[in-house]
């Protein structure tokens, strides 16, 4: 019986006798090898044999490699997708800080400035003498202009009365400060109101909380930084950050640290091809 072979070869498609099928290349590498683009019009199914069809997977699921030798198989996985239109977590930025300031204690005086603006300099003393909290600086980078960055700072702060008996008060502000000025500002009051008790120590937790939209693309430098506004006894013991000078081990820097986290979310979105 004569057996006879046709073969058909255009650039586009080649068949070869060890079954190797080859679209956009003459010379496939494996059974089926695309060289272009595909298109895929219905369904993926993985995992079938002569006499049984392959598994589609279910709404939601991906295909997963389970290495060389071995079918891929449909898995559901517990994660978040980027999907354009929407706004994405890109980056955390957590910090903390034990050092603290205490270079606004006894002695020195408020600077009496009771009100700032967005934008103010943070080494413009007539808007206020600020002291940083080094520990906390970060730097960071914006890649789409279109975005949020929420700022969340607290620390613990921490007065010593001059007399333990008689009631005594510091007013204080924190800000946040990016590329040296100020975007969020928090103005608050610290109060011993005559305690004997704990020898007119006081403690007390300070919180920010600010979100920021549509920061410029580029690279960013964020700092906190405080300041006295006001004392109603200039010999008043005053920390941020950090226990005071004369704690005599009621608190220590460890409870009173400072923390900082700053996270960027992004507007998503995809360029065409």
């Not at 295909?63 to 517990?78: A, I, R, T």
């Not at 957590?94 to 943070?122: C, E, F, H, R, W």
């Not at 920021?212 to 405080?226: F, Y």
């Amino acid at each position: 019986m004569k057996k006879t072979i046709y073969c058909c070869m255009t650039g586009f498609l080649s068949i070869y006798a060890g079954a190797q099928v080859g679209i956009g290349t003459s010379k496939p590498k494996s059974m089926l090898d695309v060289n272009g683009k595909a298109t895929l019009r219905k369904e993926i199914r993985v995992g079938g044999t002569s006499t049984q069809v392959g598994d589609p997977g279910l709404n939601g699921q991906v295909l997963v490699s389970q290495g060389e030798g071995l079918p891929p198989v449909w898995k559901s996985l517990n994660v978040s997708f980027m999907e354009e239109g929407q706004y994405k977590l890109i980056n955390s930025y957590l910090s903390s800080d034990q050092t603290g300031i205490i270079t606004l204690s006894n002695g020195v005086a408020g600077d009496n400035v009771y009100k700032n603006n967005v934008g103010d300099d943070i080494t413009d003393t007539s808007k206020g003498k600020w002291e940083k909290i080094t520990g906390l600086e970060n730097n960071f980078t914006i890649k789409n202009g279109k975005n949020r960055l929420t700022y969340q700072f607290q620390t613990g702060v921490e007065m010593k009365a001059a007399s333990s008996t008689v009631s005594s008060n510091i007013r204080f502000a924190c800000g946040v400060f990016r590329n040296g000025k100020l975007v969020a500002v928090r103005p608050d009051r610290i109060a011993s109101n005559n305690n004997a008790e704990k020898n007119g120590i006081q403690d007390y937790i300070f919180t920010l909380s600010y979100t920021e939209l549509n920061v410029p693309v580029g690279a960013h430098k964020i700092e906190i930084a405080c300041r006295k506004i006001d004392t109603s006894n200039l010999n008043s013991q005053f920390a941020i950050g950090r226990d005071v000078q004369s704690s005599n081990g009621i608190s220590n820097a460890f409870t009173l640290e400072s923390t900082m986290k700053m996270d960027v979310i992004e507007y998503v979105t995809y360029k065409s091809n």
